[in-house]
């Protein structure tokens, strides 16, 4: 079983997520890490034998394709679900908040590091911190930080250096 922290520092490739559609994942509390020769990694909750088994079938029926399988608990899987799914595909759209620079990658392009909320860019040669709130927003503009965000009314994921006014 993985840990809390094994999972949050697990690497996430974007073609195996890309393979479960987020409704799957979400509703199965199911998240695709690897994909390799058309081999699906996955990681699933802890369920007792005869749950994890239907699960498994249902699985294979829906997604088609070999898989393998780590548990972990199932609070903390949906929570990295919630971040990947909410993080990784958004597009860019109209946003309203003035940037001093704007990123040119979306947030599943950026490098990976051992905490799952906050990337590299190889553009800026910076660090991004994933924000789930305007506040977190705003308080990282503020520091200078450059930040990615889901504005959940406009469905814009949106990556950058924000220009902070007071």
Same mark, same amino acid.
């Given at each position: 079983?993985?840990?809390?922290?094994? #999972?949050?520092?697990?690497?996430?490739?974007?073609?195996?997520?890309? #393979?479960?559609?987020?409704?799957?994942?979400?509703?199965?509390?199911?998240?695709?890490?690897?994909?390799?020769?058309?081999? *699906?990694?996955?990681?699933?909750?802890? *369920?007792?034998?005869?749950? +994890?088994?239907?699960?498994?079938?249902?699985?294979? +029926?829906?997604?088609? &394709?070999?898989?393998?399988?780590?548990?972990?608990?199932?609070? %903390? *899987?949906? !929570?990295?679900?919630? *971040?990947?799914? %909410? /993080?990784?595909?958004? @597009?860019?759209?109209?946003?309203?908040?003035? +940037?001093?620079? !704007?990123?040119?990658?979306? =947030? /599943?392009?950026?490098?990976?590091?051992?905490?799952?909320?906050? &990337? =590299?860019?190889?553009?800026?040669? &910076? @660090?991004? @911190?994933?924000?789930? @709130?305007?506040?977190?927003?705003? $308080?990282?503009?503020?520091?200078?930080?450059?930040?990615? +965000?889901?504005? $959940?009314?406009?469905?814009?994921?949106?990556?950058?250096?924000?220009?902070?006014?007071?």
């Amino acid at each position: 079983m993985l840990s809390t922290q094994q #999972l949050y520092s697990l690497p996430i490739n974007a073609e195996a997520l890309e #393979l479960v559609p987020e409704s799957v994942a979400r509703e199965n509390s199911v998240l695709a890490t690897l994909i390799r020769d058309d081999h *699906l990694h996955l990681i699933i909750p802890a *369920l007792a034998d005869i749950q +994890f088994d239907r699960l498994q079938e249902k699985l294979q +029926f829906i997604l088609g &394709r070999a898989f393998s399988c780590d548990i972990t608990d199932s609070p %903390t *899987l949906a !929570r990295v679900i919630d *971040l990947h799914y %909410t /993080a990784a595909y958004s @597009t860019v759209q109209n946003c309203a908040r003035a +940037f001093r620079i !704007r990123c040119p990658k979306q =947030w /599943a392009e950026l490098a990976q590091t051992d905490n799952p909320a906050i &990337r =590299w860019c190889s553009v800026c040669e &910076r @660090t991004v @911190t994933f924000c789930l @709130t305007d506040s977190d927003v705003a $308080r990282r503009s503020r520091s200078g930080e450059c930040v990615a +965000f889901y504005d $959940r009314s406009g469905h814009a994921d949106t990556l950058g250096l924000l220009e902070y006014s007071e």
